[in-house]
């Protein structure tokens, strides 16, 4: 299933598509592309990005890389209740092959209990978890997904930077402009 680039909701009709990316409707992509410029930030500051969080150490644990995203899968059910969860992080081999292991265990003890989420959606994440355990950060190559989040990354910090510069701006025009009595605006 697609999902969409900027909100990561699955997308089941249409999506609008820009370059390699796609996105869910309007607000996403001028979100993306108009406000956040990713299509802007050139792909050699996201390869050395990318690459260097994947050669790098562990955010989580300080241990020796591969570093890639790594996803987890629980869920909690109760009678009619379901609580399901989608972990994100990026970490090394070690910590990923926990992170699926530990919300295996949890889904497995905790997931059957509703119906009909719950019974449906257990068999489904401790496969999820299973194929997590054996699909750890490659040696060789980082992931589109840390590609992806290099991107956006870069992307932020640049909008960040931008803001900031706006905003000495803004201070500079208040400090001239009451003798003259103008209207400040921020978007200059
Ligand atoms: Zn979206
Ligand atoms: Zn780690």
Redesign the pocket.
């Known amino acids: 299933m697609k999902a969409c680039s900027y909100c990561k909701n699955t997308i089941v009709l249409g999506g609008k598509k820009v370059g390699k990316r796609l996105y869910c409707g309007e607000n996403c992509r001028h979100a993306a592309v108009d406000v956040l410029g990713l299509d802007a930030i050139p792909e050699d500051l996201v390869n050395d990005l990318a690459s260097s969080i994947h050669k790098g150490s ?1 955010p ?4 020796d890389g591969p570093v890639d995203i790594h996803e987890s899968y629980r869920v909690a059910s109760a009678f009619l209740f379901s609580f399901f969860n989608t972990k994100t992080e990026v ?2 081999r ?2 990923s092959f926990k992170n699926s292991f530990w919300d295996f265990i949890y889904t497995f003890t905790l997931g059957w209990w509703g119906f009909p989420i719950g019974v449906i959606l257990t068999p489904i994440l401790l496969l999820r978890n299973m194929i997590g355990m054996l699909q750890l950060p490659k040696e060789d190559e980082y992931s589109n997904a840390l590609h992806e989040k290099a991107c956006f990354d870069l992307a932020n910090a640049r909008l960040e930077k931008h803001g900031a510069a706006h905003a000495s701006a803004a201070t500079v025009s208040e400090v001239r402009s009451p003798q003259r009595g103008d209207k400040l605006e921020l978007s200059t």
């Open positions: 562990c989580k644990c300080g241990g970490c090394c070690k910590c």
